[in-house]
Structure formats: C-alpha cells, structure tokens
C-alpha cells in the first residue's frame, strides 16, 4: 500500500481482467523512474529532486522554467504540484479531477473503487459489483450465484424459491399460478378438451382420467427416458382388458371389453403450458378412437407429429407464442420432425385435409423418420 505526498493511503487495488495504474508520490528520491508490477496492478513512481542551476527545464504543464525543486513522472516534469495535478484524467464516474493515485480499467480513468464499481455489471440477486461476471442469456450473475441451483422453467438462478419433491428447483416468479392440484387443473383440461374439438370437430364421448404426476413418476409409468435435452410434460395411455364368457362346448358366447384411459400431466406447469401439453394429449385419445390403424407398427413420427401440429395449433389460436416456439424449433426427430412434415403438407390448422390423408395414406410404406421438407 502507498501513500500519497499529504500521507493519504491509497485505496487495496485487486487484480482484475483489464490493466489497473496506480500513482505513487515519493518525496525526495534521486531524479528516477520506477515500475513495478504486483498481481496485475502497475505502480508507477512519482518524484520530487532539485533543478541544477542552468539546466533550462520548463515544467511540461504551465510551460514555465523550473528552478528548485520540481515534480519528475513519466510523461514529463512539472514545477509544482498543481501543475501536475491539471494533467490528471477526469473521473469517468463522478466527473471530479482524479488525484494523484487513480484507478484505470480498460483505458478509462477512476478516481476511487466506488466511483469504479458504479461501471462494473452487478449480480441480479446479490447485487455485488463484478470484476468477473456469468452472463446467463441476459442475465448477469456473480459466479456463486450462477453455479447454484436453477429453476427447471427459466433456466435461470434465483434466490427465492422452492425445491420439489421430484427435485425440480423453481424460482418464486415461475412459480406463481402454477398448477399443483386436480381442482385447480380440471377447468384447463376442459378447456384443451375444447380448443381440441373445435380445430378437429371431434369430441371423444369419454374423458381419461386426470393425473398430476412429477418426473419420478413418468420414468416408472413409461417405463422410457426422454431424449437428451428433452422434459416429459404428459403421457397418454390406454388399456383394454377384454373378458371372454363361453359356453360349456368351449364357444364363446359373450366378448366384453374395457377401456381405461389416464392422462398423466407433470404438476408444476403454468396454465398454458398444461392446455398445451393436454392438447398434444388428448389427441392421442382422439387418434385411438377415431383411427385405430394407426397402431404399433406406424412410427412414431406419425402419432407425434400428428399430435404436436393440433396442440401448435391451440398455442396459435390462443397467443401461446412461447410454446409455438418450442414445438416448431424442438430438434427430437419425431416431435419436432413430425410436427415439420405435417406442417409442410397441411399449412396450421387445416385439419380436414390431414384427416383424409389418414383415411387413405399408406401407414404401412412410411419410412422410419419423417421424410425430408423440400
């Protein structure tokens, strides 16, 4: 640490990304100059000595000859300490002329580490100025912060939020109307139900039973892993159980079958988010009922993307941008492929054209990936 010629100690510098100066008056040292570099911090010597008579020396501020005693820098030599200080830089924050100990970042001058904390970026949640920042999108975070949990919704570190019992995290803000219960998501479900009948003008006579289910559970239901970069937000599923009565010749006499459908939803999501993933949903439902060839042996392409291009057209009706998005940018082959194939060859929302392709189309010739668009 240095001081000053009136004896003020200078302000701990610590090193940082960009070059820092600081200017050190010494008195009474021998006519030299001096650098010395500490951690990233340049110290430069600024002397007093004594003018020889004759020597003709005009200070490199006023112009004036020096006689006596004078001030010696690196840019020059100057009669007093006034002179001098003139040619001081500006403080880049506050205005004021700097003194002789400054601070320099990335070619900019500061009078104090206050005045240069008010150009540093700051943390979002703890507000400390940063040498070193994490940018995150558009969000500037110190790096504890950035390296702590993240909401599974925005991506985004937070400080006031929850931990889910699937170990999900999410932030306070994404977490505010979110849907947690089945009184609180059954008037959604009817609402998809809706917006579902009127892009395909057909409603199932039956409503699957409704489950809110966290990660945990789609992994035993399932019984598959999403692919890489990819979060289950709902499951269809349908079971047939079939009892057969015959009679004492071994005919049989009666077929009985039962239906058991389930939509299971991941809890946690906003209201959007849920008449989205319950539209891609029960388009499953109405692909069952209403088109029972599209079985097993159809890829998987066909059902997905089938489903996906009803729940983008729900988004478009209803103003749910940021989920239109995600289904037309989604980059897993049969999501994201088959919503683009059907798209291409219907335009949004013309169902009545793709119906008629699956009353005709040749399930069994389709190729295991949706072809390529033109």
């Known amino acids: ?41 340049l110290a430069a010597a600024l002397v007093w000595s004594l003018a020889a008579a004759g020597e003709g020396m005009r200070c490199a501020s006023c112009g004036g000859e020096i006689r006596g005693r004078y001030l010696h820098g690196e840019n020059g030599n100057y009669c007093s300490q006034a002179c001098f200080d003139k040619t001081l830089p500006a403080c880049a924050a506050c205005g004021r002329r700097c003194g002789g100990q400054h601070l320099v970042m990335k070619g900019v001058a500061y009078c104090s580490r206050a005045c240069l904390e008010t150009r540093l970026p700051h ?39 929850s931990k889910l019992k699937d170990g999900r ?50 992994t035993r239901i399932s019984r598959s892993t999403p692919a890489a970069g990819m979060m289950q937000r709902g499951l269809y599923r349908r079971e047939t159980e079939t009892t057969t009565e015959r009679n004492v010749f071994g005919r049989v006499r009666h077929r009985h079958e039962e239906v058991t459908e389930t939509l299971y939803i991941l809890y946690g999501l906003a209201p959007h988010e849920f008449v989205a993933t319950a539209a891609h949903e029960l388009t499953h439902d109405l692909l069952a009922e209403k088109y029972p060839r599209l079985g097993e042996n159809t890829p998987a392409w066909v059902q997905e993307g089938i489903c996906q291009y009803v729940s983008a057209a729900v988004c478009l009706l209803n103003g749910y941008y940021d989920e239109l998005k995600a289904i037309e940018d989604s980059p897993d082959p049969d999501y994201g492929g088959g919503y683009r194939f059907f798209k291409n ?22 190729p295991a990936r949706p072809p390529p668009l033109p």
Not at 131 to 147: D, L, Q, W, Y
Not at 197 to 212: D, H, K, Q
Request: charged share 25%.
């Open 1 to 41: 640490m240095s001081k000053d010629g009136n004896g003020r100690r200078a302000a701990p510098v610590g090193p940082t990304e960009s070059w820092m100066k600081r200017l050190c008056v010494m008195p009474r040292l021998p006519l030299a100059t001096a650098a010395l570099r500490m951690g990233g911090v």
């Open 345 to 366: 060859k219907f335009s949004d929302g013309r169902w009545s054209s793709l119906a008629r392709w699956l009353d005709t189309a040749d399930l069994a010739a389709l």
């Open 123 to 161: 943390c979002e949640l703890c507000g400390k100025a940063l040498e070193k920042s994490i940018v995150i999108g558009t969000h500037t975070f110190c790096e504890p912060h950035a390296a702590g949990p993240k909401c599974w919704k925005c991506q985004l570190p937070f400080a006031r939020g």
């Open 169 to 218: 995290h999410v932030c306070a803000a994404c977490d505010r109307g979110a849907l947690y219960n089945l009184a609180d998501a059954r008037p959604h479900l009817d609402q998809a139900r809706h917006e579902v009948w009127r892009i395909t003008g057909f409603r199932s006579p039956t409503v699957p039973e409704l489950a809110l289910v966290g990660l945990d559970d789609f």
